[in-house]
């Protein structure tokens, strides 16, 4: 799988990540949602809620991407950043 840079995820709109659920390497579709704050439009990349991954591989795929990851479970940013780090991407 090719690794795409962040610009190229939000400008495609979505991005296929492969997560290790139980041992089983599957693939998953995130796609891009922006969630307005007060100060500006933030990125997610957002989980399907009908599929579950683990909040360990879903923060190694935020860490990966350099994104924020939405999910039933919660949000998860890459190391070191937080919302205000991703507004007017």
């Given amino acids: 799988m090719q690794t795409q840079t962040r610009e190229e ?4 709109g ?3 990540v492969r997560v290790n659920i139980n041992g089983f390497l599957q693939r998953h579709k995130l796609i891009v949602e922006h969630q307005q704050t007060p100060n500006g439009a933030v990125p997610y990349l957002t989980l399907e809620s009908r599929y579950y991954a683990p909040s360990t ?3 190694r795929v935020a860490n990966e ?3 924020p ?3 039933k479970d ?3 940013f890459p190391k070191g950043k937080m919302s205000k780090d991703f507004i007017g991407l």
Avoid: A, P, T, Y
Wanted: without cysteine.
């Fill in 57 to 59: 591989e879903l923060l």
């Fill in 74 to 76: 919660g949000v998860f």
């Fill in 69 to 71: 990851v939405r999910s």
């Fill in 9 to 12: 995820i939000l400008k495609q």
């Fill in 65 to 67: 991407l350099q994104l």
């Fill in 14 to 16: 979505f991005v296929e």
